[in-house]
């Protein structure tokens, strides 16, 4: 059996020689193999994920080194793994999965904890201390607190953040003094957790970018994209299950309101087209009276409605009539008193 060496000619340790092996039969075992960040994630909540994804996700922690010569030996039998080398920076560890990697990315998202903040870090978020009571008795605390721009108030004996404050935005250096006002308050703005960076399935390297997904948004997407596939489907009339109704009715319509322009009588048609002839007849009898009221026979001239112009001024006739008769009736009165 050849004894490996590094590249000085020394021998590797045998315990390395294991690792690699073992990372190399892994690699081989499993379709999908991923990578991900250990810097910010500890050893228990690493713990709490591998008994959440026992028999489903297996995470592999090594040497960045023994990690890249896995992968280089690993070409063999899966063609581009050894890519996946360039995205190894850091602390990081191997997730080896038979399942899809955007499935299991989204279960590591959805399964992140609340943190402390630790001095040095950089904000994932904008960090927000809200109004209220802190719950601290007044002292010391109120320079604290001022200190990193929370404006305060005494009431009730408390110590109270006078409004919302912003206290460090997304992507800035979190300070020594924050973090500990932060853990203080008892705000822990931090989520910790693993995401897959990075993963290798079927000859293809997804990026982070490629395997997060935002399932309302695809959800919104995929709605987006019905309505506008049935609205064209509608608009060019082309049969399906969900247009077939609607355009049988628009075929019905159509052919209902022609039958009526052209004066077709069928069983559907013919009621409405006698309305309609009678609309017109009694419009155009109006026109006929207004220029000459003795043009058409009496019996006609019932049937036609009066205009409202006309119908205005016999009311306004009537208000004059009825004033006047008050009036008379006043005077009639007063000239009994006296007569």
């Known amino acids: 059996m050849a004894i490996a060496v590094t590249k000085q000619g020394r021998p590797v340790p045998e315990h390395k020689v294991k690792i690699v092996d073992e990372l190399v039969d892994l690699i081989k075992k499993h379709k999908v193999i991923a990578l991900t960040k250990m810097d910010t994630i500890g050893a ?67 399964n992140k904890a609340k943190a402390p903040a630790k001095a040095g870090q950089t904000a994932q978020n904008d960090i927000i201390v809200p109004e209220g009571n802190t719950g601290l008795p007044p002292g010391p605390v109120i320079s604290e607190l001022n200190e990193v721009g929370i404006p305060t108030k005494v009431q009730s004996g408390s110590v109270w953040v006078a409004k919302d404050t912003v206290v460090c935005k997304k992507g800035e250096k979190i300070s020594r003094k924050l973090a500990l006002v932060l853990s ?14 990075a993963a290798y399935d079927d000859g293809v390297i997804f990026t982070e970018e490629e395997l997060t997904i935002h399932p309302e948004e695809i959800k919104q997407q995929i ?56 609309v017109e007849a009694t419009s155009l009898a109006s026109k006929i009276l207004e220029i000459k009221p003795d043009a058409l026979p009496s019996e006609v001239v019932t049937t036609v409605p009066q205009p409202v112009e006309k119908a205005e001024v016999k009311e306004e006739e009537k208000k004059e009539e009825k004033k006047e008769e008050e009036e008379e009736e006043e005077e009639l009165g007063l000239g009994s008193l006296f007569g």
């Open 44 to 110: 228990h909540q690493v713990q709490r994920l591998r008994n959440m994804l026992r028999g489903r996700v297996l995470i592999k922690m090594a040497k960045n080194t023994l990690m890249k010569i896995a992968l280089n030996k690993a070409k063999k039998f899966k063609p581009g793994i050894e890519k996946l080398a360039d995205y190894i920076t850091g602390s990081c560890a191997f997730v080896f999965t038979n399942e899809n990697p955007v499935k299991i990315n989204l279960f590591l998202e959805r």
């Open 184 to 197: 203080r308050l008892g705000i822990e703005p931090m989520e910790v957790g693993l995401s897959l960076h």
């Open 223 to 278: 709605q987006t994209a019905h309505i506008e596939a049935f609205n064209l489907a509608l608009n060019a009339t082309v049969p399906t299950t969900d247009t077939m109704p609607i355009l049988l009715q628009k075929a019905y319509s159509e052919a209902i309101n022609l039958s009526i322009n052209a004066c077709i009588p069928t069983k559907e048609t013919l009621p409405y087209i006698l309305s309609k002839a009678h």
